[in-house]
């Protein structure tokens, strides 16, 4: 199999390959139920939630509406509330100093 530079892709083998990156992103924090969306932001400046508003942006940005609630299902594989119920805890007093500082912007 010959390796292709990006610049050679084509835009399709570019979206799939892309689409597939997501879909496996979002698979790996659904199985991470263990890390916090605050650490998250504080480590990277995104979250589960800025992943699902990104999305919903996207297909905004198609014309093609999504609400708020829908987006974060796509992410979390569960409506929003019952995964906080399963699964946030409630943030450290060390979590919330270091987003304090870190300040993120929620994308």
């Known amino acids: 199999m010959s390796e292709l ?6 835009r ?4 799939e390959f892309e689409a597939a990156a997501f879909r496996r992103l979002v698979q790996h924090l659904r199985e991470r139920t263990d890390v916090q969306n605050i650490d998250l932001m504080n480590l990277a400046g995104f979250c589960r939630n800025c ?5 919903r ?15 974060r299902e796509i992410v979390y594989g569960m409506p929003y ?6 699964h946030q805890a409630e943030a450290s007093d060390a979590q919330k100093a270091a987003f304090d500082v870190n300040k ?3 994308g």
Do not use: C, F, M, R
């Open 57 to 71: 942006d996207a297909a905004n940005d198609a014309g093609v509406g999504l609400s708020k609630d829908a987006s």
């Open 12 to 15: 399709e083998q570019q979206t």
């Open 104 to 106: 993120p912007v929620h």
């Open 51 to 55: 992943l699902s508003n990104w999305y």
């Open 81 to 86: 509330e019952d995964w906080k119920n399963l």
């Open 5 to 10: 530079t990006p610049i050679e892709l084509t």
